[in-house]
């Protein structure tokens, strides 16, 4: 099995490709839906993150996390910002590792991991065979991002501004997906990216490799334990 990275900007449509993934069979893990689980009331990085920065920025009633509080807090300050990442990272990365092993034994050739800060964080970068980038003209990230999350076009601009500009992305990628059209252009380009990796044989040669070093592991135990027992024996 081989890891496909899906990545993109705030708002430029990664969640439609997404969507033409799974509908398709494909299995996706998704980071930011992972970064909420693990701060959900209870979890370790809920009560790291209730000790670093206080109560204030959880909802009174039922504990959770107000995450429109805490973006507040860490958007400009860059100290605060690297503090929650040395909370949350870890455990998002560990829960990752975790759901690609279970599509690993599921039988799947390859998973798409939805990682909006692929190139920020670049801890992934090893381990993954293909990069898919999700752009889309400015305007229009503006636009979707003042319709859902109530911005106003000043402070849109400001998100957009802070990540890394999605033409760079693009260029460290191995497939685009041009996200300003109509959503039957998204899905097309989405789907030939699909067909291109449902005909790659990369998940065979991991496969390969690993059941190769399992063998070799297994024959090397077998072999010292009969090496022990010829060795006790002749003693």
Request: charged share 25%.
């Amino acid at each position: 099995m081989f890891l496909v990275a899906l990545t993109g900007g705030i708002a430029s449509g990664k969640s439609t490709v997404t969507k033409i993934f799974r509908d398709n069979g494909v299995p996706v893990i998704d980071a930011d839906a992972i970064a909420r689980q693990v701060v959900e009331p209870g979890r370790p990085a809920w009560h790291k993150i209730k000790a670093t920065f206080g109560e204030e920025i959880f909802h009174a009633e039922s504990g959770e996390l107000n995450r429109e509080a805490l973006g507040r807090i860490i958007f400009d300050d860059v100290e605060k910002r690297r503090l929650l990442n040395e909370i949350t990272h870890p455990e998002i990365h560990r829960t990752i590792y975790r759901e690609v092993i279970k599509c690993f034994f599921l039988g799947h050739s390859f998973v798409v991991l939805d990682l909006p800060l692929l190139f920020e964080i670049r801890v992934m970068l090893n381990y993954i065979h293909k990069i898919i980038t999700v752009t889309c003209e400015e305007d229009i990230q503006v636009t979707r991002l003042m319709d859902r999350s109530q911005y106003t076009e000043a402070e849109a601009k400001k998100r957009i501004k802070a990540q890394m500009p999605l033409e760079l992305k693009c260029e460290q990628s191995h497939f685009v997906i041009e996200n300003s059209g109509t959503l039957r252009d998204t899905e097309e380009q989405t789907l030939k990216i699909l067909a291109i990796l449902q005909d790659s044989n990369q998940h065979w040669k991991i496969r390969g490799v690993i059941f190769a070093t399992a063998a070799l592991l297994v024959s090397s135990i077998a072999w010292l334990l009969n090496y022990k027992y010829k060795w006790f024996s002749s003693n």
